[in-house]
């Protein structure tokens, strides 16, 4: 068994009316990635800032590196580094002198400082911008800056709050591999997201929060299981087949068949798998009914987390793509 680095038990926090956290528990084993999912307003801030000693919990106990939280905030905030949900780089300041600084706020040595800084540039890939001021850097650039700040004094524990939340899909890409090299170099990590590609992507485990509570927790395949396993579902060459199509498959289903006429598609609960495929396949085709496609699968992480948290499921466009404007890679 591996040993928690990070241990939260019953921890709240009360913002006036508000129940921010509510009584969260959870924990992080050394050298993986947790992944705290909620939607906006969860409280997967306040836990972030619970946990970097920023603010302090009502009641409950948190302990990183086997610290108290509460009690032995310097000796915690010694062994962290924290990005947060916006770049707290100085925009006036170079890349280089963002890294230079962030090591003097670790006491480091100042040779040190310099000697971490270039190597920090390089590890992000930012040699060429390295002395430009930050103010023209692009929105992935600030966030892999900032995240290097966060890292330059070699924490072993490691705290990204949304840290691809706004990004487009390649900086996001970028951002990913570079945390997983962290990962892969020994770093616990606990990340924040409102993204459930990104908790599957990064997360060994994942723990959903929705109004303060944990609502569910595992890995990606659990949560998956846990909301009731694959659908099978048709898409009809012709829309004016649907009815009908709906009809034949609530024969063969226990449920009422989910119909998105717009797209064509029907879908089912696949109880019996492959033979229900089958059977599908025959019954469709003996009524003459033609499909695009056939086939079953298995939730995405979005329906999951749809699923818990009470929403309706989007469409499988991808939420990454929709959730927001993702800023240019252009200089703003
Ligand atoms: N400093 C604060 N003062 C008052 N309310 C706050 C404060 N910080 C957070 N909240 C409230 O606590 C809840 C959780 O916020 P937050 O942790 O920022 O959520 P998330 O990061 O998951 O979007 C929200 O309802 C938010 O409005
Ligand atoms: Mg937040």
Not at 61 to 78: K, L
Not at 117 to 135: F, G, N, S
Not at 167 to 185: G, H, M, T, Y
Not at 270 to 295: C, K, N, S
Request: some cysteine.
């Amino acid at each position: 068994m591996t040993e928690p680095i990070i241990e939260v038990r019953d921890v709240v926090k009360r913002f006036g009316k508000t129940m921010a956290l509510d009584g969260i528990s959870l924990h992080v084993e050394k050298g993986t990635v947790l992944g705290l999912l909620g939607p906006n307003g969860a409280g997967k801030s306040t836990m972030i800032r619970a946990l970097t000693t920023l603010l302090r919990p009502d009641s409950g106990e948190a302990r990183v590196g086997g610290f108290d939280v509460r009690t032995d905030g310097q000796r915690v905030r010694s062994i962290i580094g924290l990005a947060g949900q916006y770049a707290a780089v100085d925009e006036l300041l170079t890349g280089r002198e963002n890294l230079e600084l962030a090591g003097i706020w670790y006491h480091l040595p100042k040779r040190e400082c310099r000697h971490r800084a270039q190597a920090m540039l390089e590890r992000l890939a930012l040699t060429d911008a390295a002395d430009r001021q930050v103010k023209t850097y692009s929105g992935g650039m600030r966030r892999r800056l900032d995240i290097g700040a966060s890292l330059i004094a070699d924490p072993p524990i490691l705290f990204l709050d949304e840290p691809t939340t706004g990004l487009d899909p390649r900086s996001r890409n970028e951002l990913w591999q570079f945390i997983k090299d962290r990962v892969d170099a020994g770093t616990t990590v606990l990340l924040t997201t409102q993204y459930m590609e990104e908790a599957e992507h990064l997360a060994n485990r994942i723990v959903v929060i929705d109004k303060g509570k944990v609502i569910a927790e595992g890995t990606a395949d659990q949560l998956k299981e846990h909301t009731g396993g694959a659908t099978l579902e048709i898409r009809l060459a012709d829309q004016r087949d649907v009815e009908r199509a709906a009809a034949l498959l609530a024969e063969v289903s226990k449920s009422e068949p989910r119909t998105e006429p717009e797209q064509r598609r029907i879908s089912i609960p696949a109880g019996q798998g492959i033979e229900m495929l089958l059977d599908v396949g025959r019954r469709l085709q003996q009524a003459g009914i033609a499909l695009d496609d056939l086939g079953i699968r298995r939730p995405t992480l979005d329906e999951v987390f749809l699923s818990l948290t009470g929403g309706t499921v989007p469409d499988r466009a991808g939420s990454m793509d929709h959730a927001g404007s993702p800023e240019s890679e252009a200089a703003r």
